[in-house]
T-cell receptor
């Protein structure tokens, strides 16, 4: 069992749908991350939150909207996604931004 | 040229063999990470290094800062070690929190 919990594990959505991915950790970590991973490729960083504030946005399209409501929870709101957005979305957390990252199992997203 | 290069890209071994995966990087770093990803997605952080050598069970990671090179060794390999091994570097400065990843090494250990 991982200490970073992501829900749902799988998500299929149409291009006009709005959905959200959820990530939760109870390790007291103050940094949280969203990554996108395409098949047979390494993860690509999307966003970093440090102390609940957005510290890095890797020029991600606005159809992806991150939210950090509290130190344990990280959401990724999805709207009007494209088929090329189909991927594994990984969440991670770390004690600080200079510490090892703990990854969730990911949400496998398919856009129809 | 990628900032982080791993070799080999694919590695096949027989159970019990000693395995080495290499990682070279071209930028100044704050730390280097070795990660393991099994089929199905989950990523596990194996090591974070900024100097020297670390050991955990059958895994050993070394880093040479002057040569910008790191190696991950697996002793007495086992089929359950089959996974993708990823080297990633943190570069610090205004990019604190950002990891730059290598392309990964696919390891298959046969019984």
């Amino acid at each position: 069992d991982t200490e970073v919990t992501q829900t749902p594990k799988h998500l299929v959505m149409g291009m006009t749908n709005k959905k959200s991915l959820k990530c939760e950790q109870h390790m007291g970590h103050r940094a949280m991350y969203w990554y996108k991973q395409k098949a047979k490729k390494p993860p690509e960083l999307m966003f970093v939150y440090s102390y609940e504030k957005l510290s890095i946005n890797e020029s991600v399209p606005s159809r992806f909207s991150p939210e950090c409501p509290n130190s344990s929870l990280l959401n990724l709101h999805l709207h009007a996604l494209q088929p090329e957005d189909s991927a594994l979305y990984l969440c991670a957390s770390s004690q600080g931004i200079y510490q090892p990252q703990h990854f969730g199992d990911g949400t496998r997203l398919s856009i129809l | 040229k990628n900032e982080v290069e791993q070799s080999p890209q694919n590695l096949t071994a027989q159970e019990g063999e000693f395995i080495t995966i290499n990682c070279s990087y071209s930028v100044g770093i704050s730390a280097l990470h070795w990660l393991q990803q099994h089929p199905g997605g989950g990523i596990v952080s194996l090591f974070m290094l900024s100097s020297g050598k670390k050991k955990h069970g059958r895994l050993i990671a070394t880093i040479n800062i002057q040569e910008k090179h790191s190696s991950l060794h697996i002793t007495a390999s086992h089929p359950r070690d089959s996974a993708v091994y990823i080297c990633a570097v943190g570069v610090g400065g205004t990019s604190y929190g950002k990891l730059t990843f290598g392309q990964g090494t696919i390891l298959t250990v046969h019984p």
